[in-house]
């Protein structure tokens, strides 16, 4: 059993999306809906159904061809805006066994440039309604360790609560020891937190454990108080709750 929760999203759920949902391609805006669905493909979060109306005319590309999906038959578009070409990227549904389906359109969301929900963009996938993430200071005792070696210690630390993900815990830079860190150049994004500033890997001895830790210096809003503030991956590292050690999840998950 996990020591936090997990996703409870049933797949093939369908609820309706309260914000503006708006799509952009080669620097065009091509959608724009206020009728977007939720649909859960899978349990963790769910993707963007909306009403074909609400795309640019024109945009979509009939590539005269259909795919099975767990929603019924699919026809697959390609897109085409500000000379961009997006092959594969849309599935129209017109006889889906879910009824609100029908008449909808699911896009790809590698395959636009950028996605906002009212005026923010938003990164990776849709947000899961569902999901909660809360940053909370705390006087628990907090060490991390790799090899035997002290890598942060705080009796002051932030720790993140993220639905579906192990609680992450963000150090103050001054109780992070940097003799033992190597900047990286990797840079991962989050719908909830937004884009990382800066990852670090880990040096002991002669081995480089890559990218260990990781920081957002312009987090979300909701997440502000973890501005600039340093986390390790609970399933590379060896972490100890007021002296209690933690086991590692087993499943890898990203910042």
């Known amino acids: 059993m996990n020591d936090y929760p997990v996703m409870a999203g049933e797949v093939n759920r369908v609820e309706a999306v309260p914000r503006r949902i708006r799509g952009v391609l080669g620097g065009e805006t091509i959608l724009d809906s206020t009728q977007t669905l939720y649909v859960w493909e899978w349990p963790n979060y769910p993707q963007f159904y909306l009403p074909t109306v609400d795309l640019r005319p024109n945009v979509l590309v009939d590539e005269e061809h259909t795919q099975q999906t767990r929603r019924g038959p699919a026809r697959i578009h390609g897109l085409r805006a500000g000379g961009q070409i997006r092959p594969g990227a849309a599935k129209v549904f017109d006889a889906s066994p879910i009824e609100q389906l029908n008449g909808t359109v699911h896009i790809e969301w590698a395959a636009l440039d950028a996605w906002y929900e009212e005026d923010e963009q938003v990164f990776v996938h849709p947000r899961n309604p569902y999901v909660r993430v809360d940053a909370l200071r705390s006087t628990r005792r907090i060490r ?12 002051s630390p932030v720790l993140l609560f993220e639905t579906g993900l192990p609680t992450r815990y963000y150090f103050n830079r001054t109780e992070v020891n ?78």
């Open 144 to 155: 991390v360790e790799l090899d035997g070696v002290v890598l942060a210690e705080s009796d």
């Open 178 to 255: 940097f003799a033992q860190l190597r900047a990286s150049a990797t840079v991962t994004q989050c719908p909830y937190k937004g884009i990382t500033s800066r990852y670090w890997s880990v040096k002991i001895g002669d081995t480089i454990h890559l990218d260990l830790a990781w920081a957002y210096d312009f987090p979300l809003r909701a997440v502000s108080s973890i501005e600039g503030l340093i986390a390790f991956y609970n399933e590379k590292v060896d972490i100890f709750v007021d002296g209690t050690p933690l086991a590692r999840p087993k499943t890898h998950f990203f910042a």
